[in-house]
Nanobody, 125 residues
Framework: VQLQASGGGLVQPGGSLRLSCAAS????????IGWFRQAPGKEREFVSA????????LYANSMKGRITISRDKAKNTMYLQLNWVKPEDTAVYYC???????????????????WGQGTQVTVSS
């Protein structure tokens, strides 16, 4: 039972990146999948989440309009598209799965049960 995040790397300001989170060993029908990020010296921050069963999405207000979360049921994989990236987007991005996620706790990392290992995103020219 695990989540595997990938797709990070070095990208120039204004560029785009697509992160992936593949789940294995369990079905996601009763889960919500979230993306969080953590920059050095800062707390883990909510980015976005998607309810696997019906694709209901939620975005951090600070990033709304620049990111899109989606999922591919056949591949058991979730994606986070980052557009017009900025240096302040530099962080380790984590995906997480939670079986008890509701609207009021979606942004709380402590509500999630399973975490991937993280993928580094660096925005720099």
């Amino acid at each position: 039972v695990q989540l595997q995040a990938s797709g990070g790397g070095l990208v120039q300001p204004g560029g785009s990146l697509r992160l992936s989170c593949a789940a294995s060993g369990f079905g996601l029908n009763y889960y919500a999948i979230g993306w969080f990020r953590q920059a050095p010296g800062k707390e883990r921050e909510f980015v976005s989440a998607i309810k696997w069963s019906d694709s209901t999405t939620l975005y951090a207000n600070s990033m709304k309009g620049r990111i899109t979360i989606s999922r591919d049921k056949a591949k058991n994989t979730m994606y986070l598209q980052l557009n017009w990236v900025k240096p302040e987007d530099t962080a380790v991005y984590y995906c997480a799965a939670g079986s008890r996620i509701i609207l009021s706790n979606t942004r709380n990392p402590e509500a999630y049960d399973l975490w991937g290992q993280g993928t580094q995103v660096t925005v720099s020219s």
